[in-house]
């Protein structure tokens, strides 16, 4: 079996995180461009000398500036309206500053309307941790969006447009795309619909435009709420070389895309972590991969649901654990 994969971990580049991350182990920064200094933004671009700078900054503390997650893509990308073709212009451009810059996994997504959705965001976990939750008939309560009915295949065809211009950039930058499951996979929310939503999509989506540039971010939690085999999907996708980034979290037991809750990364849930580490260094997986949402503890505010610093913290440590046992074992 490969080597262990390299820890990323999802933070702001501040002299107090590196320092936090430099001392946990991780080596892969995972972050996005702060918006606020005026060398960071040139209208929708985000520009190079900002890039290089946070890279700089990031390598000064021994770690990788790997991911940005990620320069947003404007609805009108996503359902086809007037005014697409500029924004795509912008997000090349955007990737052409990665590439520059040398920061080589641009993480995305295709939900439009609303990105990651929850409908309670303190439920009480293991020991009065709270954790985050979904029930999508809650939801469904609010009715249309602004958009009203939006078909899947519009999706289809906004999501084949968009790749068919950005791909070639992406080739030529060094970029690799990460396509980030909806979550919830499930369709229609709202009357929206959602295209990422199960496995056959993710392959048709990478069918679209074949590159070993276009690929996914294998968010364990998002695909583990379509209950599949998901160590057979990472090694599906895996040894097409098309997971270029993956996150690592767990659902309740039972969970499913329309009513689930998120649980600590050791604790009993519907994955299997063990098997589906596995299953990463199976395929030779080195990384980054990065704790994605975990509870919020006992001495934490819960500001930022799902990504206050000791849960995942607590990811990491198993994450680690996991690896080395595997990886020992297999030599056993």
């Not at 985050?132 to 999501?159: C, F, I, M, N, R």
């Not at 679209?208 to 540039?213: A, C, E, F, I, Y």
């Not at 040894?239 to 990364?265: C, L, Y």
Request: net charge negative.
């Amino acid at each position: 079996m490969s080597k262990p994969i390299g820890i990323g971990f999802l933070t702001q580049v501040t002299p107090e995180r590196m320092r936090y991350m430099a001392q946990m182990g991780a080596e892969h920064v995972v972050t996005s461009l702060p918006s606020d200094p005026s060398r960071n933004r040139r209208g929708a671009v985000w520009t190079y000398e900002g890039m290089q700078a946070q890279r700089e900054e990031v390598e000064n503390y021994g770690l990788k500036l790997s991911v940005y997650e990620g320069i947003p893509i404007p609805d009108r990308v996503k359902l086809g309206l007037d005014g697409r073709d500029q924004d795509i212009e912008d997000y090349c451009e955007g990737i052409r500053n990665m590439g520059r810059a040398g920061i080589p996994i641009l993480c995305y997504n295709w939900m439009a309307g609303f990105g990651w959705l929850r409908t309670e965001f303190a439920t009480p976990g293991r020991g009065g941790a709270v954790v985050t939750t979904y029930v999508h008939e809650d939801y469904e309560k609010a009715g249309l969006t602004e958009y009203g009915v939006v078909p899947e295949q519009a999706l289809w065809d906004s999501l084949e447009y968009f790749l068919k211009a950005v791909v070639p950039v992406a080739e030529e930058a060094g970029v690799k795309l990460a396509m980030h499951p909806d979550d919830p996979p499930r369709s229609p929310i709202r009357s929206m619909g959602r295209i990422m939503t199960n496995p056959k999509n993710f392959q048709r989506m990478i069918d679209l435009v074949p590159s070993p540039n276009n690929g996914l971010t294998f968010c364990q939690g998002c695909f583990t709420e379509m209950n599949i085999d998901v160590p057979k999907w990472i090694l599906h996708f895996g040894k097409q070389g098309k997971i270029h980034f993956a996150h690592f979290r767990n659902i309740n037991r039972g969970g499913t895309a329309d009513n689930f809750s998120e649980v600590f990364h050791d604790e009993e849930g519907e994955a299997d972590m063990y098997e589906t580490m596995k299953a990463y260094i199976e395929f030779g997986f080195e990384g980054p991969m990065r704790p994605d949402h975990a509870p919020t503890m006992e001495g934490e505010n819960n500001d930022h649901p799902g990504y206050a610093l000791q849960g995942r913290l607590m990811g990491v440590g198993y994450m680690k654990g996991l690896m080395e046992a595997i990886v020992k074992s297999s030599k056993a």
